[in-house]
């Protein structure tokens, strides 16, 4: 365990917390640049209930495990990992959301040197100089964070949270699911489909998930 915790630097819980923190802060960015783009709010959140941009949390969390040792390293082998590890996890997250919900949130088909349309070089350099950042600014900020406050009952507000996010995702995946289904003409056959059909029918989850486009 000790091994373990020197390779990863911070505890479970600390991890939990970076996880939370780069949820809540992709969301946040994710608004402001759809206000300033667009002109308006729209939804940026990944799950049902809480406003959490999951994608964000398990870059945050994948930064800080891959680079977290790193910080005595050249810049280009900072820029490097980044670049690979998050070029990477966006592919797989693309392929999974389209492959098991049928929706995409993202489509780089129209910019230059894309991989069917899930990444491209430009987001690529980006993961790249994040990761930089990361490295320089934001880990140092964490240990100094992490060093300084300690958070009464601290265990158990994140198992409050863990269980919170289970059952939201858990409860997100079935709506996505279900949302295709009815697309697809099939009539709920449970109490539980009827539920999800009542609660997050097709107009709730455009509004949901405004910037995901079904792809059948």
Request: with cysteine; aromatic share 18%; net charge positive.
């Amino acid at each position: 365990m000790e091994n373990i915790r020197s390779i990863c630097k911070y505890s479970f819980f600390q991890y939990v917390w970076i996880f939370i923190a780069g949820c809540y802060l992709g969301y946040a960015v994710e608004t402001v640049w759809c206000l300033i783009k667009n002109g308006y709010i729209e939804s940026r959140k990944s799950l049902v209930l809480g406003h959490l941009s999951v994608a964000y949390g398990m870059g945050a969390v994948l930064l800080t495990l891959l680079l977290v040792n790193f910080e005595k390293s050249p810049l280009w082998k900072i820029f490097l990992i980044s670049f690979l590890s998050g070029t990477l996890v966006e592919y797989i997250c693309s392929w999974g959301q389209e492959t098991f919900f049928h929706s995409v949130a993202w489509d780089y088909s129209h910019l230059p040197l894309n991989i069917n349309g899930r990444v491209c070089l430009l987001y690529s350099v980006f993961w790249g100089f994040l990761g930089v950042a990361w490295v320089k600014a934001v880990i140092p900020t964490l240990s100094k964070i992490f060093d300084k406050i300690h958070i009464p009952f601290e265990k158990y507000l994140i198992y409050a949270f863990l269980a919170f996010f289970l059952i939201d995702s858990f409860l997100s995946a079935s709506a996505a699911i279900r949302m295709n289904r009815r697309q697809n003409g099939i009539k709920a056959n449970n109490v539980y489909e009827e539920f999800l059909d009542g609660h997050f029918d097709d107009e709730k989850m455009r509004s949901i998930y405004a910037n995901s486009v079904s792809k059948g």
